[in-house]
T-cell receptor, first 116, second 109 residues
Framework: DAGVIQSPRHEVTEMGQEVTLRCKPISGHDYLFWYRQTMMRGLELLIYFNNNVPIDDSGMPEDRFSAKMPNASFSTLKIQPSEPRDSAVYFC??????????????FGPGTRLTVL | DAKTTQPNSMESNEEEPVHLPCNHSTISGTDYIHWYRQLPSQGPEYVIHGLTSNVNNRMASLAIAEDRKSSTLILHRATLRDAAVYYCILKRGNTPLVFGKGTRLSVIA
């Protein structure tokens, strides 16, 4: 298995531009998670999906952030417009639920976003 | 979410055992204890998990106190590649992982 795939690996953009981060989860996994990591705030959960349906987006910082999962093999996290404070590493993860808390989350390599 | 408390940092000599502690005094009966680690410039990766009994796998061992209010991740022989941030997380049902600050492990050659 190729694992969780994220693209791009690095993104540099200017303030005000739209940024789209992409994620392909592991085949057969029914949960998908988006996290953001900064030095100041550590790893934060932004949103997660179950069977392509958003379950909890309370971690999404602002309306500038949106996430979609149009099918079981693809998800996007969009920031529009981007701001310098959005600079961070964004991780996507997926898991196959067991229902009892034993499921393992597999993380992608992350996208390092720099907003100038 | 039940909280966990870990030391900010620890240091170990190469090829010596490392014991990483975690306190979780408010753990509930259905919470599983998970450990993940994050190597430099990588995403977090699963290490081990357990409920009540001690667990072993190829990466590490997990020792769980009888009252479940604390646990210890044991790396039997630390290598330079084990230098990472180690996270102790309580997980219940289908809830996602919620990361704390973890313990930064340094391994000295």
């Amino acid at each position: 298995d190729a694992g969780v795939i994220q693209s791009p690996r690095h993104e540099v953009t200017e303030m005000g531009q739209e940024v789209t981060l992409r994620c392909k989860p592991i085949s057969g996994h029914d949960y998908l998670f988006w996290y953001r990591q900064t030095m100041m705030r550590g790893l934060e959960l932004l949103i997660y999906f179950n069977n392509n349906v958003p379950i909890d987006d309370s971690g999404m910082p602002e309306d500038r952030f949106s996430a979609k999962m149009p099918n079981a093999s693809f998800s996007t996290l969009k920031i529009q417009p981007s701001e310098p404070r959005d600079s961070a590493v964004y991780f996507c993860a997926s898991s196959r639920t067991t229902g009892i808390g034993t499921d393992t989350q597999y993380f992608g390599p992350g996208t390092r976003l720099t907003v100038l | 979410d039940a909280k966990t408390t870990q030391p900010n940092s620890m240091e170990s000599n190469e090829e010596e055992p490392v014991h990483l502690p975690c306190n979780h005094s408010t753990i509930s009966g259905t919470d599983y204890i998970h450990w993940y680690r994050q190597l430099p410039s990588q995403g977090p990766e699963y290490v081990i998990h357990g409920l009540t009994s001690n667990v072993n796998n190829r990466m590490a061992s997990l020792a769980i106190a009888e009252d479940r209010k604390s646990s210890t991740l044991i790396l039997h022989r630390a290598t330079l590649r084990d230098a990472a941030v180690y996270y102790c997380i309580l997980k219940r049902g289908n809830t996602p992982l919620v990361f704390g600050k973890g313990t930064r492990l340094s391994v000295i050659a």
